[in-house]
């Protein structure tokens, strides 16, 4: 795929993505949550997990409403994340996407609530119930998801962001603050914090179509390989990027002790391995079987890699 195709494809996504996520996430939230949950996830991000389904959606030619609706409760989920992530009883963070963090911008209770609002919102999104009329929160893409689609969306993420995945993940993040961990355990943590939502993105938009058993675990394979690269490109980037570049700030995890890849293996084996993934994931897509279909998750894989923020 051209580069150039990829940009209007990419561009066209976002516009719809953020349109979608401005539709569901209200404003009219007593109390001014709303504001908050808002501030949290709208304009800003790479919104790499939405393309991700957006993607694996269109490489199975899949249900393309159903897709929007995984893409914008993947983003929820994690943006519920990192507003959670950065509090002071985590990692205590001042800085996300370029602006101050949704608990210095609205205080620690009401970022804690908007967390957790957008997590449940997430949910909802995924099962929009036959009567639903609230012309101001649906997107233009508003299509009957069937209710198995639904069930099977909901039980992707769940497990994606729970005890087994992103939760447990970031459990193990801050038990290791201070140790020394192997690779074998890094890369446990690493595949529960952030491989598991990422892999979750692709087999939620290859879920939106006709997925036979060769592609689906191919594209599972993809999905865990990329999950990795993003954390060990992200490892890498926080000792080689400045915080206004990064839209948050860099070197904490040196700051705070916590085991990296670039800590483990050294910066230039960190780049290696990265590139390594990077291969991986492309003989993945290899074997799915979807050909050219597939292009787009494969650019992707490569802009993983290749990100300098």
Known sequence: MKATDFDAWAQQQLVDVERALDAWVPADVPAGLGEAMRYG???GGKRLRPLLVLAACQAVNGLGAAAMRAAVAVELIHAYSLVHDDMPCMDNDVLRRGKPT???KFGQAQAMLAGDAMQALAFE????????????RQPPQQAEVPAALQARLCALLARAAGHAGMAGGQAIDLASIGQALDEAALR???????????????QMGAACGDCGAVAWQALAGYGATIGLAFQVVDDILDVTQASETLGKTAGRDQHHNKPTYVSLLGLAAARDHAEALRQQAHAA???????DAASVLAVLADKVVERES
Request: overall charge positive.
């Open 102 to 104: 949704v608990h210095v």
């Open 41 to 43: 996830v709208l304009d």
């Open 285 to 291: 897509l290899a074997r799915s079987g979807l050909g």
């Open 125 to 136: 999104v995924l099962t929009p119930m036959a009567n639903e009329r609230d012309a101001a």
């Open 188 to 202: 446990d943590m690493h595949r529960r914090k952030t491989g598991a939502l990422l892999q979750a993105s692709v």
